[in-house]
C-alpha cells in the first residue's frame, strides 16, 4: 500500500525566511501533485510534477520532484504571512490520488 | 461560474440519522470522487466515479452509499450516521491525469 509522508508536520517561520517541505512516498510513481489548503477552505492545486526532474516554480514556492529517491521538495523563499497555510503532497497511484499527512505552515514577522 | 459545487456547506445531525450530500461540476470532466478529511486533515479517498460508473470504492462502511446520476452529479448518502463520521467531506471531479478540483467542503457533525 502506498504511504506518503511528509516532514515537518508543522512549520513556523519568520517572514523572509527559506524552508523545505518534504513528501517522501513508498511505491514508484511519475506523478505529483502539490495542494494548498487555507483554514476552513478546499483545496487549491498549486504544482503538478509528471516526470523525474521535473522542476516547477511559482512566487515564492518552487516544487521538485525525484521519482528515484521518491522525493518531492516544496522550497519556500522569503517567505511572507500570505503563505501561511496547510500544504499536501499527492501522490498518484492506479487512478486515485494519495494524499500526505500536511504540513502546517505559520509565518509570523 | 463554480466549479465542483456541493450543498449543504454545513450539515448538524444526531446519531442514527440517515444524510445526503450532493455534488455537481460543470467541468465537463469524466471523473468524480468523495474524499473524507479528518480532525487531524488527513485526506482519504472514499470513492470515485468515472461516467456514472464506480470504479474506486476504498474501505469505506457500506452505510456510506454514493449514487451518480449522471456524469454531472455525484451524491453521498450516509445510513445511521455515527459520531466517527463526522468530518468534512469534499467533492472532486478530474480528466486525466489525476489533477483534482475539489468543492468546498460539507463540514459534518454528528452529535
Known amino acids: 500500500e502506498l504511504k506518503v509522508e511528509q516532514n515537518p508536520l508543522f512549520l513556523s517561520m519568520q517572514e523572509g525566511k527559506n524552508y523545505t517541505i518534504y513528501c517522501n512516498y513508498s511505491?514508484?510513481?511519475?506523478?505529483l501533485y502539490w495542494y494548498r489548503q487555507d483554514p476552513g477552505k478546499s483545496l487549491e492545486s498549486l504544482f503538478v510534477?509528471?516526470?523525474?526532474?521535473a522542476v516547477k516554480q511559482e512566487g515564492r514556492l518552487m516544487a521538485s520532484l525525484d521519482t528515484k529517491a521518491r522525493l518531492s521538495t516544496l522550497h519556500i523563499t522569503a517567505a511572507v504571512h500570505d503563505l501561511s497555510a496547510t500544504y499536501f503532497c499527492?501522490?498518484?497511484?492506479?487512478?486515485?490520488?494519495?494524499f500526505g499527512t500536511g504540513t502546517r505552515l505559520q509565518v509570523f514577522p | 461560474d463554480t466549479a465542483v459545487s456541493q450543498t449543504p456547506k454545513y450539515l448538524v445531525t444526531q446519531m442514527g440519522n440517515d444524510k445526503s450530500i450532493k455534488c455537481e461540476q460543470n467541468?465537463?470532466?469524466?471523473?468524480m470522487y468523495w474524499y473524507k478529511q479528518d480532525s487531524k486533515k488527513f485526506l482519504k479517498i472514499m470513492f470515485s466515479?468515472?461516467?456514472?460508473?464506480?470504479?474506486i470504492n476504498e474501505t469505506v462502511p457500506n452505510r456510506f452509499s454514493p449514487k451518480s446520476p449522471d456524469k454531472a452529479h455525484l451524491n453521498l448518502h450516509i445510513n445511521s450516521l455515527e459520531l466517527g463520521d463526522s468530518a468534512v467531506y469534499f467533492c472532486?471531479?478530474?480528466?486525466?491525469?489525476?489533477?483534482?478540483?475539489f468543492g468546498p467542503g460539507t463540514r459534518l457533525t454528528v452529535t
Open positions: 499527492a501522490v498518484e497511484n492506479t487512478d486515485k490520488l494519495i
Open positions: 467541468l465537463g470532466h469524466d471523473t
Open positions: 510534477l509528471l516526470s523525474n526532474g
Open positions: 466515479y468515472n461516467n456514472k460508473e464506480l470504479i
Open positions: 511505491t514508484t510513481s511519475d506523478r
Open positions: 472532486a471531479s478530474s480528466r486525466t491525469p489525476t489533477l483534482l478540483y
